[in-house]
């Protein structure tokens, strides 16, 4: 059999031959069921995509009525009945590849992974045999549901998406002069679409039509700026710029042509779901409502889903933000355990992280984890869900109150079993599902959501099972006995596997009857799913009782290598246990990962402290993730660095939980744990994830580090350092401990066992390690060897010595690319490109910044892809190209933003400002560069350099209007923040900015000798930059060439004690 939807609706026989299907409800009908082929569509759901928002009366019977006139139709057509009856609805028997939107749907996905894996003609050829499905539009059909236009709207959508990746593949096997006619159609028909408008360019320019590539991008210009307001976007406005430069890559791949847009932050969205959703359709109206806006009956900023334990209070929240339209952030709180963690867990799920690339040196002072929160968020339209909070009710109201009142646009969907008590606070009680009275038929007990709930988790363990005249009665009185709880309901019909359901009912009936003569304190609710816990707990085997309290110690789910090594059991034993618990529905499975469900998971955790064996498994549990973290530790370094990164992602909640219990109980595997998780939590961003558990073990052990531990002692006092008053709290410091730390380093062994050890040390204090430099007595591995490298360069750097710092660089990315090293490369790669940039090589320069980017990006280290886009920009001011430039910092500053970095937006307002300047607009430059200097002074980042920058740049328009006291006032300014952090290469800029002030004052040779000094300082002029190029000609004009070079030469053979006595007289 053959469905088609794709712009034809069309039945066809497995020979060829056509179906007729009669009356356009009865073609609807077919279409919604052909487009979840395989699979139960609920009544609800084919009633509204029938009648939309108007239905008949008895909208049951005309859906009936339907269903009746399409089988007849389809009679005949294959050898079993084709419309199947399910205890929810109604199913297609068919394989799904037998209707063209799920083929589409599933060759779209394949090309796609064809194209990024780089092979082109296969991508190529399966785009086009998905674009092949479509006949025309999608058809009417698809019925009157907002649920089958959005359908419809996101199969367009996809189809438009796979014509430009196809283009995409044959523009990379250069078919440019083949693709020009359909790229036109497709701009034509789509004018406000980018990117079909940039492949156009990209084929115009590889057919040799250069000058219809350049109308071309000023036709999209026009339209942009007329139907949107918008200029082109970055990626647009690249081609561009390439087609002016006579890019020839654009001729090649279209990788080539097009940078890539920086990573964006990895928000964690709600979790997928593998059962279907029933009921709580008033409920989830509702709170759709209150969030949507305002002229809709919406505009609450915070919504509390309350109810009592397993009455669906997560799934009504995950439905409900799967409807709304905007970006959705989820935030499980039922493994978290401190409160004071709260503010890191929403952060991880907003995907905000710190950089990675020279952190230390931007920052003295950690920011505060709440104002990061609040810095990232600002600006975003975004949904916060924050599920279960009953546990820390305080510490989320006093969160959720500070986001809601500075970050304007945020909303917030809470569940708890209380409410938070935050003025504004909307509240959505759960009910429970409605159940039927006594008495009812099959059919009218099957309009209760509870029945239905029922009858459908029941289906997945008993396909054979329907809710009929001879069980009707047994299901009816299991819902009314379970109170309508969904969760009591679920795993009562997952009871079904092994009993009747005459039997299920009975032995409720035994339970309650027991439950009646305890405790009469407790809830109605509460007893009832007590009850039916306490009943599937009672069911199982020893063994799996055994398997399902030990599972309690997971905090973030589970693998079935760790429940080998945490419950004791072979592979075999484990999938044997996990599967029955599974099937009982005590625990849920999704790709390889398990997790139990919380309510379960509270009843089973009293059991495992009633059978003595919670510090027994307990410990096994820290061993496990100590013996994880310490595989991982050497992959981190490695071609398996984004591998094993996120292998230790998927277990954070667990390696966090290990490492708190460890501090409790174990202080030598905590100091061992936070040792080998430091390069995980710095590579993934995630400096401060360490520095609560370091700083309390720190209280625990004092100031003396244990024997044998002594480098694990330095990396807890690191990362306690790297939480700033997070982690410390009130009344606590960590100054005693910087001494003993000090005096380890003093006599450390090099290499260390800890690799990163010495980069973090060299970042906190500024004080790289001698043998960091110099490499030690022992021969150190391929990254260690890089390592030193790379320290070496950086103080050939800061000496002054460019090129040696140059080879340096150039030695140890050859090393960190020999290992796979993402963060080392990224890192050397940056520094080539400034050095590059220094040198006039502005090609080399931008193209080595672009590899940074791409190593950054892979890393998801999104404040570190700002940063790069901002050194890249600063490039681009001084090799004059303005408009490319502004480009880089706009780009900067939405990367910024997303990834919470207060200081980057300055960086931005700054290179924004000497934009301007240099432009002329001295008005425009002094508000982005006061701007600018404001953003410095938050007191987050102490960015002596940028703070520098910024006084030049004042004192530079001061310059310009004539004000040469004031100018020289900045500069100076500029050089004493230099001068006092010890940077003198920094100080280069200061003392050229100074060199045009006493230009401009009459000393024309003081000038001079201060352009020697500042090119010494660097080693290395800035010929090209343009300021300094202007200070370069006046003096020429004003000298003599002999006298120009003598003072030259004066200031450029200052040693560095040299240099900074004159500078202290100037």
């Known amino acids: 059999m053959w469905f088609g939807v794709l712009g034809e609706f069309v039945v066809r026989r497995d020979d060829g031959s056509s179906v007729a299907v009669r009356g356009p409800r009865a073609r609807s009908l077919l279409v919604l069921l052909a487009l979840e082929a395989g699979r139960p569509v609920t009544v609800d759901s084919l009633i509204e995509g029938l009648y939309g928002d108007n239905?008949?009366?008895?909208?049951?019977?005309?859906?009936?009525?339907?269903?009746?006139?399409?089988?007849?139709?389809?009679?005949?057509?294959?050898?079993?009945?084709?419309?199947?009856?399910?205890?929810?609805?109604?199913?297609?028997?068919?394989?799904?590849?037998?209707?063209?939107?799920?083929?589409?749907?599933?060759?779209?996905?394949?090309?796609?992974?064809?194209?990024?894996?780089?092979?082109?003609?296969?991508?190529?050829?399966?785009?086009?045999?998905?674009?092949?499905?479509?006949?025309?539009?999608?058809?009417?059909?698809?019925?009157?549901?907002?649920?089958a236009r959005a359908r419809a709207h996101r199969l367009e959508e996809l189809r438009l998406a796979v014509a430009e990746d196809r283009a995409e593949a044959e523009l990379a096997l250069g078919g440019h002069r083949e693709l020009v006619a359909e790229l036109q159609q497709l701009v034509a028909a789509h004018p406000l679409r980018e990117?079909?408008?940039?492949?156009?360019?990209?084929?115009?320019?590889?057919?040799?039509?250069?000058?219809?590539?350049?109308?071309?991008?000023?036709?999209?210009?026009?339209?942009?700026?007329?139907?949107?307001?918008?200029?082109?976007?970055?990626?647009?406005?690249?081609?561009?710029?390439?087609?002016?430069?006579?890019?020839?890559?654009?001729?090649?791949?279209?990788?080539a042509s097009a940078p890539s847009e920086p990573a964006t932050v990895e928000r964690t969205g709600p979790p997928a779901q593998l059962t279907s959703f029933v009921g709580r359709r008033d409920e989830l109206e509702r709170v759709s409502r209150l969030l949507g806006p305002l002229d809709r009956g919406g505009g609450a900023r915070l919504v509390t889903v309350v109810g009592s334990g397993g009455s669906g209070k997560t799934r009504l929240a995950i439905e409900a933000a799967g409807r709304d339209p905007g970006g959705v952030a989820f935030v499980d709180l039922g493994g978290l355990r401190d409160g004071g963690d709260l503010p890191r867990q929403v952060l991880d799920a907003f995907g905000v992280r710190e950089g990675v690339l020279n952190a230390g040196a931007r920052q003295s002072q950690p920011p505060d984890t709440v104002e990061r929160l609040v810095a990232a968020l600002s600006d975003t339209e975004i949904l916060l869900v924050?599920?279960?909070?009953?546990?820390?009710?305080?510490?989320?109201?006093?969160?959720?109150?500070?986001?809601?009142?500075?970050?304007?646009?945020?909303?917030?969907?809470?569940?708890?079993r209380e409410a938070l008590g935050i003025t504004g606070e909307v509240l959505c009680p759960v009910p429970p599902l409605a159940a039927p009275p006594e008495g009812v038929s099959a059919a009218q007990a099957l309009e209760y959501p509870a029945v239905r709930l029922f009858a459908d988790r029941a289906t997945a363990v008993r396909p054979d099972f329907t809710v009929d005249p001879a069980t009707v009665a047994a299901v009816v009185r299991v819902c009314r006995a379970l109170d309508g709880l969904p969760l009591a309901i679920e795993l009562a019909a997952a009871r079904l596997r092994s009993l009747p359901v005459d039997e299920v009912a009975a032995r409720l009936d035994d339970r309650f009857r027991l439950l009646s003569q305890g405790s009469r304190t407790a809830s109605p609710r509460?007893?009832?799913?007590?009850?039916?816990?306490?009943?599937?707990?009672?069911?199982?085997?020893?063994?799996?009782?055994?398997?399902?309290?030990?599972?309690?110690?997971?905090?973030?789910?589970?693998?079935?290598?760790a429940v080998g090594r945490v419950c004791e059991l072979s592979d075999a034993e484990a999938v044997e246990r996990l599967t029955g618990l599974a099937d009982k529905s005590l625990i849920e499975g999704d790709g390889g990962r398990y997790r139990m469900l919380g309510t379960v998971r509270a009843f089973c955790a009293e059991r495992l402290a009633e059978a003595g064996e919670e510090e027994e498994v307990q410990g096994r549990y820290t061993e496990y993730f100590l013996d994880l973290a310490r595989t991982a530790e050497p992959y981190l370094r490695s071609a398996g660095q984004l591998d094993w990164l996120?292998?230790?992602?998927?277990?954070?909640?667990?390696?966090?939980?290990?490492?708190?219990?460890?501090?409790?109980?174990?202080?030598?595997?905590?100091?061992?744990?936070?040792?080998?998780?430091?390069?995980?939590?710095?590579?993934?961003?995630?400096?401060?994830?360490?520095?609560?558990?370091?700083?309390?073990?720190?209280?625990?052990?004092?100031?003396?580090?244990p024997e044998g531990l002594e480098e694990e002692y330095v990396l807890c006092v690191?990362?306690?350092?790297?939480?700033?008053?997070?982690?410390?709290?009130?009344?606590?410091?960590?100054?005693?401990?910087?001494?003993?730390?000090?005096?380890?380093?003093?006599?450390?062994?090099?290499?260390?066992?800890?690799?990163?050890?010495?980069?973090?040390?060299?970042?906190?204090?500024g004080t790289p390690r001698p043998s960091a430099v110099d490499g030690g007595t022992r021969r150190p591995d391929p990254w260690s060897d890089a390592l030193t490298r790379l320290g070496r360069g950086h103080m050939a750097l800061f000496g002054g010595e460019v090129d040696e710092a140059a080879r340096q660089f150039e030695d140890s990315l050859a090393g960190f690319r020999s290992t796979g090293d993402r963060w080392g490369t990224a890192l050397c790669l940056a520094e080539l490109a400034m050095l590059a940039g220094w040198r006039g090589e502005g090609r080399r320069s931008m193209a080595l910044y672009d590899e940074a980017l791409e190593s950054a990006g892979q890393l998801g280290a999104v404040e570190d892809l700002a940063d790069l886009l901002c050194r890249k920009?600063?490039?681009?001011?001084?090799?004059?190209?303005?408009?490319?430039?502004?480009?880089?910092?706009?780009?900067?500053?939405?990367?910024?933003?997303?990834?919470?970095?207060?200081?980057?937006?300055?960086?931005?307002?700054?290179?924004?400002?000497?934009?301007?300047?240099?432009?002329?607009?001295?008005?425009?430059?002094?508000?982005?560069?006061?701007?600018?200097?404001?953003?410095?002074?938050?007191?987050?980042?102490?960015?002596?350099?940028?703070?520098?920058?910024?006084?030049?740049?004042?004192?530079?328009?001061?310059?310009?209007?004539?004000?040469?006291?004031?100018?020289?006032?900045?500069?100076?300014?500029?050089?004493?923040?230099?001068?006092?952090?010890?940077?003198?290469?920094?100080?280069?800029?200061a003392?050229?900015?100074?060199?045009?002030?006493?230009?401009?004052?009459?000393?024309?040779?003081?000038?001079?000798?201060?352009?020697?000094?500042?090119?010494?300082?660097?080693?290395?002029?800035?010929?090209?930059?343009?300021?300094?190029?202007?200070?370069?000609?006046?003096?020429?004009?004003?000298?003599?060439?002999?006298?120009?070079?003598a003072a030259y030469r004066r200031g450029r053979a200052m040693t560095g004690e040299e240099a900074l006595a004159f500078l202290g007289r100037a």
């Open 526 to 561: 509460h007893q009832t799913l007590r009850a039916v816990v306490g009943w599937s707990w009672d069911l199982l085997e020893e063994e799996e009782q055994r398997l399902a309290r030990r599972l309690t110690v997971f905090a973030g789910g589970f693998t079935l290598g």
């Open 55 to 147: 239905p008949p009366r008895d909208a049951l019977n005309a859906l009936q009525s339907q269903v009746s006139r399409l089988r007849r139709d389809l009679r005949g057509a294959a050898s079993h009945e084709l419309v199947e009856s399910h205890p929810l609805g109604y199913r297609l028997a068919v394989d799904p590849d037998s209707v063209d939107a799920h083929r589409f749907e599933r060759l779209a996905a394949e090309g796609r992974r064809q194209l990024a894996a780089g092979d082109h003609a296969a991508a190529a050829a399966t785009l086009r045999q998905a674009l092949d499905l479509w006949q025309g539009p999608v058809p009417v059909e698809l019925g009157e549901a907002v649920t």
């Open 646 to 705: 996120a292998r230790l992602a998927a277990e954070h909640a667990n390696l966090q939980a290990a490492l708190h219990r460890a501090v409790r109980a174990d202080q030598e595997t905590a100091f061992r744990l936070i040792a080998a998780l430091t390069g995980y939590w710095w590579l993934r961003g995630l400096r401060g994830h360490g520095a609560v558990a370091a700083a309390e073990l720190l209280r625990k052990v004092g100031t003396a580090p």
């Open 718 to 765: 690191l990362n306690a350092a790297a939480g700033g008053d997070d982690a410390v709290g009130d009344g606590f410091t960590l100054r005693p401990y910087w001494q003993p730390a000090e005096e380890i380093m003093a006599d450390l062994a090099w290499p260390p066992r800890y690799p990163f050890l010495t980069v973090l040390w060299g970042m906190g204090t």
């Open 386 to 416: 924050l599920d279960n909070c009953e546990h820390m009710v305080e510490e989320v109201a006093r969160l959720v109150f500070r986001l809601l009142t500075s970050c304007p646009r945020i909303r917030v969907l809470a569940t708890s």
């Open 195 to 255: 990117r079909p408008r940039g492949q156009l360019m990209r084929a115009l320019y590889g057919c040799g039509r250069r000058a219809d590539a350049l109308a071309a991008y000023e036709d999209a210009r026009r339209t942009l700026a007329e139907e949107l307001g918008n200029d082109p976007s970055d990626e647009l406005a690249a081609v561009h710029l390439a087609v002016l430069r006579g890019d020839l890559s654009l001729t090649t791949t279209a990788a």
């Open 873 to 989: 920009a600063d490039g681009l001011v001084r090799a004059g190209d303005f408009a490319a430039a502004r480009t880089a910092y706009e780009r900067a500053a939405r990367t910024a933003r997303e990834a919470g970095a207060p200081t980057l937006p300055a960086a931005v307002e700054w290179g924004l400002g000497e934009i301007a300047r240099l432009s002329g607009d001295l008005t425009e430059a002094r508000r982005l560069v006061e701007a600018a200097l404001a953003g410095c002074a938050t007191g987050w980042f102490a960015v002596e350099e940028l703070r520098a920058r910024v006084f030049v740049a004042l004192g530079r328009i001061a310059e310009a209007e004539d004000d040469t006291a004031r100018a020289r006032e900045w500069h100076q300014r500029a050089l004493n923040v230099m001068i006092g952090s010890r940077n003198l290469a920094g100080a280069a800029g």
């Open 991 to 1045: 003392v050229e900015a100074l060199a045009g002030v006493v230009l401009l004052e009459g000393d024309a040779e003081g000038a001079v000798l201060l352009l020697g000094l500042g090119a010494g300082l660097r080693g290395i002029p800035l010929d090209q930059d343009p300021d300094v190029a202007r200070t370069v000609a006046r003096a020429r004009e004003l000298l003599p060439p002999d006298a120009y070079e």
